[in-house]
C-alpha cells in the first residue's frame, strides 16, 4: 500500500500521514513514512523526541550523499543511474511507535546553485520507494505531485487531498486532484480536516460534489490534537481518546480493504 498525503500547507496533512503510519504498523504492516513537505516535522507526530528530530538532515540537504551517488568527477556532468536502496537501510530513523521514518526535505533552488543532482537523487528514491519497497509506505508531501514526477505518481495507489473548511484550501485541492488524475493516479481522495459543525461540512461536500472529487469522510476539529501539538507532544500518544484519530483510522481501515 503506497498512500501520499497532500494539501495546501497548515491544513493537517501531517496529522493524517503520521496517524495511518500509525494505524498500518499497529495493524502488522511493515511500515514506512516519508517527511517530503517543505517544513518536516513528521518526526514530532511519530514520537520521536525533539532533539533528535532536530538532528535528522534532510536527504535533500544531506551534499556528501548527494555527492558519493551523483558526482562523476567532472564539474557540471552528474550521475543518473545509482543504487538508492541503500539510503533507507542508512537513514531511516525507527520511531517509538514501529514505525520507519525517512525525511526527504525538499530542494531550495534560489541561492543554492545547481539543483540537478539532489532533484535527481530525491526523484530516484521516491521512485524506489514507491514502486519497488514490499511494504506500506505514507508520504507526507508538499502541495503537489511535483517530488514524485508523472511517471512515479502513476504507481501510488491512494492519493489523500487534504482540505479544511475553506476556499483556498479546497481551490488548492482541486489542482492537486487534477494533476493527480493528469498523472494516472486511480484512486484520488478528498479528505475534510478540522471539521466543527454542520456548515462546515456541508461547504467541503458540496465542493467535492460540484468538482467530481470523491470524497473519503471527514476529521472532526479535536481539543486533544491541539494540546498535543501546542505542548510538543505526538498526538499518537492519545489515540484512545482523540476522536479525529478514531477518524483517521476508519479511514486506515477503509484504505486497507
Known amino acids: 500500500m503506497k498512500i501520499a498525503v497532500s494539501g495546501k500547507g497548515g491544513v493537517g496533512k501531517t496529522l493524517i500521514a503520521g496517524a495511518l503510519a500509525y494505524f498500518f504498523a499497529e495493524k502488522g504492516?511493515?511500515?514506512?513514512?516519508?517527511d517530503a513537505d517543505p517544513s518536516p516535522n513528521l518526526a514530532i507526530t511519530l514520537g520521536i523526541p525533539k532533539e533528535e528530530a532536530?538532528?535528522?538532515?534532510?536527504?535533500?540537504?544531506?551534499?556528501r550523499l548527494i555527492e558519493e551517488k551523483t558526482s562523476t568527477g567532472m564539474p557540471g556532468v552528474y550521475k543518473l543511474s545509482f543504487r538508492v536502496d541503500d539510503i533507507v537501510e542508512k537513514y531511516c530513523v525507527l520511531s517509538p511507535f514501529g514505525i520507519n521514518l525517512l525525511v526527504m526535505?525538499?530542494?531550495?533552488?534560489?541561492?543554492?546553485?545547481?539543483?540537478?543532482?539532489?532533484?535527481?537523487?530525491i526523484r530516484t528514491l521516491i521512485r524506489h520507494l514507491i514502486v519497488e519497497r514490499d511494504e506500506a509506505v505514507?508520504?507526507?508531501?508538499?502541495?503537489?505531485?511535483?517530488?514524485?514526477?508523472?511517471?512515479?505518481a502513476k504507481h501510488v495507489d491512494v492519493m489523500l487531498i487534504v482540505a479544511e473548511p475553506s476556499m483556498k484550501a479546497l481551490e488548492v485541492a482541486k489542482k492537486i486532484h487534477d494533476l493527480s488524475v493528469e498523472a494516472g493516479i486511480k484512486n484520488?481522495?478528498?479528505?475534510?480536516?478540522?471539521?466543527?459543525?454542520?456548515?462546515?461540512?456541508?461547504?467541503?461536500?458540496?465542493f467535492s460534489m460540484k468538482n467530481k472529487i470523491e470524497l473519503l469522510g471527514f476529521v472532526p476539529f479535536d481539543d486533544i490534537i491541539l494540546k498535543a501539538d501546542m505542548n510538543g507532544e505526538?498526538?499518537?500518544?492519545?489515540?484512545?481518546?482523540?476522536?479525529?484519530?478514531?477518524?483517521?483510522k476508519k479511514f486506515g481501515e477503509k484504505l486497507a480493504h
Do not use: Q, Y
Not at 188 to 206: A, C, Q
Not at 234 to 248: D, M, Q, T
Open 188 to 206: 484520488v481522495f478528498l479528505v475534510g480536516n478540522k471539521i466543527r459543525g454542520k456548515t462546515e461540512l456541508e461547504l467541503i461536500d458540496n
Open 29 to 34: 504492516f511493515k511500515t514506512l513514512a516519508i
Open 234 to 248: 505526538s498526538p499518537l500518544l492519545f489515540a484512545e481518546k482523540s476522536k479525529a484519530l478514531a477518524a483517521i
Open 138 to 152: 505514507i508520504l507526507d508531501m508538499e502541495a503537489g505531485i511535483e517530488h514524485m514526477g508523472r511517471g512515479t
Open 105 to 121: 526535505g525538499t530542494i531550495r533552488s534560489v541561492g543554492a546553485g545547481c539543483t540537478c543532482p539532489a532533484n535527481a537523487l
Open 54 to 63: 532536530e538532528k535528522i538532515t534532510p536527504i535533500s540537504e544531506n551534499k
